[in-house]
């Protein structure tokens, strides 16, 4: 699988596949080590809503590239916007879905740090189901351990196993030689108040030295196996006893 940022769907492609659903991936634009891109987190998200596109004939959107990455201020080529702006981006966007006629939108996340996102969903859900956040924690566990793993979320929080395992498989042109040694693994009991620079000299949380594509691919299967459950409780009209 090679991922495309961009679609190249024209409007009579959609008029064609007459989606009731849009998938809009969320990344970010900041420092991912020495070895991964600035737009790491944006080529993951766009790989796995490309996959469920696909999978199960979705309108794919173009990425929202810069997010919410202040946790990474002070590293060379990161940007951020504010959660308002951000929030403000994400609910235009759903409106204008619905002018044409889609009431529903999957956010593909794949920052950890774009906490407003679980706000935004939450708040767009009050009166009916119509967005969703996606993947959700159990998912990602389940991709994990489908994938063979080795290593937990908490010590694999940036630019380690699973992140470089991910842009092995979608493309893994973009990943430099030097991985393989990178490996640092930190606590950052403060992560919120002091951000990442006191935990990590390069950057990296994590083993990247684990990573392979064949781990990445899994990942990216395992996950878009998991979303029928979501889809299905988007289009669910009632909620779950």
């Avoid at 009579?12 to 991912?32: I, K, N, Y």
């Avoid at 590239?65 to 959660?83: D, K, L």
């Avoid at 189901?129 to 010590?155: C, I, K, V």
């Avoid at 042109?173 to 640092?184: K, N, T």
Wanted: proline share 5%.
């Amino acid at each position: 699988m090679i991922v495309n940022l961009l679609t190249t769907a024209t409007t009579t492609d959609e008029a064609e596949r007459g989606a009731t659903v849009a998938v809009l991936p969320v990344g970010s634009f900041e420092q991912h080590g020495p070895h991964l891109p600035l737009t790491t987190d944006t080529l993951v998200a766009s790989g796995i809503a490309q996959a469920l596109a696909e999978q199960y004939q979705l309108l794919l959107l173009p990425p929202v590239t810069i997010t919410c990455s202040h946790e990474h201020a002070g590293w060379a080529g990161t940007v951020s916007i504010s959660s308002r702006t951000l929030t403000a981006v994400i609910n235009d966007i759903a409106a204008s879905l619905k002018r044409s006629g889609i009431e529903h939108l999957v956010v593909v996340n794949g920052h950890g740090g774009n906490y407003v996102l679980a706000n935004i969903v939450q708040e767009a859900n009050v009166e009916r189901p119509r967005m969703a956040l996606y993947p959700g924690r159990e998912d990602w566990t389940r991709a994990r351990q489908a994938a063979g793993l080795s290593n937990t979320a908490h010590d694999d929080m940036h630019a380690g196993e699973i992140e470089t395992s991910l842009l092995l498989h979608l493309c893994p042109d973009q990943v430099r030689d030097g991985y393989q040694s990178a490996d640092h693994v930190s606590d950052r009991p403060h992560l919120l108040i002091h951000g990442v620079r006191p935990y990590t000299p390069t950057g990296v949380i994590g083993r990247p030295s684990a990573a392979t594509a064949q781990k990445g691919q899994a990942v990216v299967a395992s996950l878009t196996t998991s979303f029928a459950n979501t889809l299905r409780a988007l289009l669910s009209a009632s909620t779950p006893e």
